[in-house]
């Protein structure tokens, strides 16, 4: 069978000609790749300097198909969705000839016409992902607009979280982010992890005030001891980097802004941290970051955004409500004064929690519930 993604991610072309596109996208249609004939990603081909954090294809039968960027915050960015919806239509009309199924990821700039475009015009089997929030109260007009006439397709929807009123066809998916081998090797590292002297602290993410990331740094300001705090990093970018930078450095702050990094490089990070920061207010699905961390026994310190808080529970980790400066100050002074015994208690039940996060569970789960469902 023959598979097209029709998504936003970011591709570029390195400095040795290699197409390469955001890491965490890239992995989980590497891990999927084993399991179709052939794999072609519609997707955004920029023309920038690709990050550290994006990466090649590595299966031979994965295609990339550029698309002409559009979208972002500005009322020109956001008309040049309708600019090049010709060029789009046109590549995925082409590129669905090709395949037997596809996936639309939402919610997206171009998703505004292409769940109707595909809903009216094509009857190959396919699904929709929406990655965003499914229950936010004031979401964007597009993402709205999206996830209502998400509610009313016939085809599978896979969402985050799990929710009274969601619809049959919209199934509840946890967003891949591990392999089997990863999760042998957090076990260890969690059931090694030391919780009785100095902690190291993470935030992993667009470094952005919708993250927290303003509000983390406030936090630690007004802690009124730091003996405890050993190190505080932030892996990520953002058009405020060198102003939260300079903010840690006149606080005095153990903080280190390490910008983007390849995938290996924040699991490392994941491995030496003994929690995470991710107090936001933005709209989120359930962040990959979180599982990967608590993967590695690292605790998550986080807000109850979406479903994050049907995943971290007292036992596993810290619910940050409300999301405030003070409250978040007031968890950070809890848990680096709590028994050693607890924390390591939580950490391993976390590293437990995150089973339903590997690729391989993933790609079962896409195989027998969606793409062939009579094989059950």
């Known amino acids: 069978m023959k598979l097209a993604i029709i998504s936003h991610t970011a591709h570029y072309k390195d400095a040795s000609g290699t197409i390469v596109g955001w890491g965490p996208t890239i992995t989980e249609i590497n891990h999927l790749a084993a399991h179709f004939e052939h794999i072609y990603h519609v997707a955004f081909l ?14 031979e039968n994965i295609t990339f198909v550029p698309l002409p960027p559009s979208g972002g915050n500005t009322i020109l960015s956001k008309l040049s969705v309708l600019k090049t919806a010709p060029i789009v239509i046109k590549t995925v009309q082409k590129t669905l000839k090709k395949v037997d199924a596809f996936q639309l990821r939402t919610p997206i700039g171009m ?29 964007p007009w597009g993402y709205a607009l999206q996830r209502w ?19 049959a066809h919209c199934l509840t998916f946890e967003n891949p982010c591990l392999t089997e081998t990863e999760r042998i090797e957090g076990n260890v590292v ?23 990331v303003q509000r983390i740094l406030d936090a630690f300001a007004l802690l009124p001891n730091t003996e405890k705090i050993k190190q505080l990093h932030f892996v990520g970018n953002g058009e405020k980097f060198e102003v939260y930078r300079k903010f840690a450095n006149e606080k005095n702050l153990p903080a280190t802004f390490h910008g983007f990094l390849a995938r290996d490089k924040v699991f490392e990070i994941y491995r030496k941290s003994h929690f ?31 479903s ?27 848990v680096i004064d709590a028994a050693p015994t607890i924390l390591k208690s939580k950490a391993l039940k976390a590293h437990q929690k995150v089973d339903s996060f590997t690729f391989e569970y993933y790609n079962n789960r896409i195989l027998s519930e969606i793409v062939n469902p009579k094989s059950n």
């Open 46 to 59: 920029h023309s920038e300097v690709a990050p550290p954090s994006a990466i090649p294809y590595c299966a």
């Open 111 to 139: 998703g505004v016409y292409l769940i109707p475009w595909l809903t009216l015009f094509s009857k190959k089997t396919g699904w929709f992902k929406y990655a965003g929030n499914w229950k936010q109260d004031h979401a």
């Open 149 to 167: 006439m998400l509610k009313k397709q016939h085809r599978v929807v896979t969402i985050n979280g799990s929710w009274e009123d969601q619809p």
């Open 190 to 212: 969690a059931e090694n992890k030391d919780f009785s002297s100095q902690f190291s602290f993470c935030f992993v993410g667009r470094l952005e005030d919708e993250k927290g």
């Open 276 to 306: 995470l920061l991710l107090p936001s207010t933005a709209s989120e699905g359930f962040p990959k970051v979180i599982a990967e961390a608590m993967n590695f026994g690292c605790l998550p310190i986080v807000s109850k955004v979406s």
């Open 308 to 334: 994050i808080a049907q995943y971290i529970e007292d036992s596993n980790g810290f619910i940050v409500d409300p999301v405030t400066t003070i409250e978040l100050k007031k968890e950070v002074f809890n």
